[in-house]
């Protein structure tokens, strides 16, 4: 253990200050009159002791309703580090994470692609970073007109009519689709359908944000070859069924080739398809969900559109709608409110910048690299669907049992320098490892990765026991799993 792996507060020595402010305003603030309330600013702004006095407790003097239940008896233990500590301290936590900018990341179903720098300069110019919502319309024309253009590049690359910006991320999006279901039916007095078809190997949201609408989950299955069962969904349409969720590749990174099928028989039964839009990478400017017969839909731009996903950053999930549902759609559909403009910006940039043509090399070039990785790697790994894959695809465990784990292998990974691929999901297979390695990457980043794989397997036989203990070489090792979720322990005692 490092000298800076201390927690900040083991760091603090009583008085130690990060900088000085000038006296003035802070000098005589004892004499402020009791009912003004401290700004958040002068709490941060101040040193340590400075803070402990003026801590939430003026922050909230104003506030009378707040009352005096939520004020702090004890002075607020801050801790008084100097700068250089603070700059070692934080220098060195951002060294023990993991990101896309560190190392590759292949996390199937969520798209950790490289996003190009110039997105972030982009969403970060000052006339854009500066708007305020309540600003008057005819001062922002330039903030409204990125949602009108990225309406417009987005029913583009979907063939969708128009997209609302509100919801902030795919789960969100998908909540917003399946009200917009429910209203198409409720409006026209079809109040029986209660019920939604999610297959097996859907994304948890599906299942997750059809329950919070208030519908029934139907779940189809999927045959041998990874597929929604035809016959199987033909057993299940009937006039209590809304509509049906897919996403298309599917989870398994396979194209539901029975689309226009499926799409005739959910509408001959008067339901609605709902395209997961998530996984949208495979596909950009290669087909459209809306020319596969989808009426709803929601883009992940994080993940798809040059935003990094994972860790519960911001995100935006717009949904896209089919003429028959646009009536439902909120208007106005352009305003100053409408969702994580920053996050929009950044996707505008990069669809811009790659243009009509290039956007579709992005989706051809990760299905290339994850057909390579499969190929590469199928003679040591298991591999239950062997067909051609899109962005992704599943192995299922080690091929020669030693009681090595998917769990084993994708610690292993991050020994090597690689984030470990998504493990135990879909749920259809019991070791299920899921590799994405998406577009950005380099021949030789792959070949990289394959070989450490071939040698987490050339390892799995000679040492499980070794395996079983990764990793070695991480600032934490194994933390018992369940006790990390369960109880995890967060705060500084
Ligand atoms: C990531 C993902 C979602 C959910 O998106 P969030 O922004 O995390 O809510 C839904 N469906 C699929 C297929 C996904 O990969």
New binding site residues.
């Given amino acids: 253990m490092k000298y800076y792996d201390k927690l900040i507060f083991e760091l603090s020595k009583p008085g130690r200050i990060g900088f000085s402010l000038p006296e003035t305003l802070l000098a005589d603030k004892q004499q402020l009159p009791p009912k003004k309330p401290a700004t958040l600013g002068t709490v941060r702004g101040g040193t340590a002791s400075e803070a402990q006095r003026w801590g939430p407790k003026d922050v909230f003097q104003g506030q009378a309703a707040a009352g005096s239940r939520i004020w702090r008896e004890a002075p607020l233990d801050l801790p008084e580090v100097s700068e250089v500590d603070v700059v070692r301290h934080y220098t060195n936590l951002s060294q023990m994470n993991f990101g896309v900018d560190t190392g590759f990341y292949p996390l199937g179903?969520?798209?950790m692609k490289y996003n190009p720098k110039i997105n972030e300069e982009i969403a970060n110019l000052p006339g854009f970073t500066g708007l305020h919502p309540l600003q008057p319309n005819e001062t922002v024309k330039g903030a409204l007109e990125v949602y009108v253009g990225m309406d417009k590049a987005l029913a583009a690359i979907t063939g969708m009519k128009h997209f609302t910006f509100l919801p902030c991320?795919?789960?969100?999006g998908?909540l917003t689709g399946l009200m917009l279901m429910r209203e198409y039916h409720q409006s026209r007095g079809d109040t029986a359908r209660t019920k939604v078809i999610v297959p097996d190997s859907a994304?948890g949201?599906?299942p997750a944000s059809a329950a919070v609408c208030g519908l029934d989950i139907v779940v189809v299955k999927s045959k041998e070859n990874g597929l929604v069962d035809v016959d199987a969904l033909k057993g299940l349409l009937g006039p209590d069924i809304a509509g049906i969720m897919l996403?298309n590749p599917n989870?398994l990174g396979l194209f539901e080739r029975d689309i226009k099928e499926i799409a005739q028989l959910v509408h001959d039964c008067g339901g609605l398809l709902y395209y997961?839009g998530?996984?949208m990478n495979p596909l950009l400017g290669v087909v459209r969900p809306g020319d596969m017969g989808f009426d709803i839909m929601h883009l992940?731009l994080?993940?798809t559109f040059s935003t990094p996903?994972g860790g519960g950053g911001p995100?935006a999930?717009p949904v896209g709608v089919s003429d028959k549902v646009l009536p439902f759609l909120h208007i106005p559909r352009v305003s100053g409110f409408h969702g994580n403009f920053g996050i929009i910006l950044r996707a505008y940039a990069y669809i811009l910048m790659l243009g009509r043509e290039h956007i579709k090399l992005a989706g051809k070039l990760a299905t290339l690299g994850a057909n390579y990785i499969k190929e590469s790697l199928k003679d040591c790994y298991k591999l239950p669907i062997p067909t051609v894959c899109k962005h992704e695809f599943v192995f299922d465990g080690l091929l020669e049992d030693n009681g090595v784990t998917t769990l084993d292998v994708a610690k292993r990974l991050l020994d090597y320098g690689f984030h470990a691929p998504t493990i135990y999901f879909p749920l259809l297979f019991h070791q299920a490892i899921m590799i994405e390695p998406t577009e950005t990457e380099s021949l030789e980043t792959l070949d990289a990765f394959i070989a450490v794989m071939r040698r987490i397997a050339e390892e799995a036989k000679a040492d499980p026991e070794m395996l079983h203990g990764a990793p070695h070489d991480t600032p934490i090792g194994r933390p018992d799993e369940t006790t990390a979720a369960r109880q995890p322990v967060l705060k500084y005692e």
């Avoid at 991320?169 to 969100?172: I, P, R, S, V």
């Fill in positions: 179903s969520c798209t991320a795919g789960a969100h998908e994304h949201t599906n996403t989870t997961d998530a996984n992940n994080h993940k996903h995100g999930g």
